[in-house]
Nanobody, 115 residues
Framework: QVQLVESGGGLVQPGGSLRLSCAASGFTFSTYTMSWYRQAPGKERELVASITLGGITNYIDSVKGRFTISRDNARKTVYLQMNSLKPEDTAVYYC?????????WGQGTQVTVSS
């Protein structure tokens, strides 16, 4: 059974940090590109960051220099380190695994940036 379980979300003040984790099971983690998406209320889901099998990373412009995506294939886990958080980063954050033939989503974790 395929599972992607996100954790690490919560309430943080502007300028603070959070580290999201996504633990995978039920598929060959090391052969999938892993991504973090987010969806704010009333907005479409957007790709935040991705990391390929070989460790190549990509970020949307609004998080460059603040967020870092990483993966640990031995632990079958992908991380999103989020620093200098802003209120506009408030959203549900989702983990996604994809390869040319299949993709899987996690259930999401809420991140709220507010004073």
């Amino acid at each position: 059974q395929v599972q992607l379980v996100e954790s690490g979300g919560g309430l943080v003040q502007p300028g603070g940090s959070l580290r999201l984790s996504c633990a995978a099971s039920g598929f060959t983690f090391s052969t999938y590109t892993m991504s973090w998406y987010r969806q704010a209320p009333g907005k479409e889901r957007e790709l935040v960051a991705s990391i390929t099998l070989g460790g190549i990373t990509n970020y949307i412009d609004s998080v460059k220099g603040r967020f870092t995506i990483s993966r640990d294939n031995a632990r079958k886990t992908v991380y999103l380190q989020m620093n200098s958080l802003k209120p506009e980063d408030t959203a549900v954050y989702y983990c996604k695994a994809r390869n040319p033939v299949s993709s899987y989503w996690g259930q999401g974790t809420q991140v709220t940036v507010s004073s």
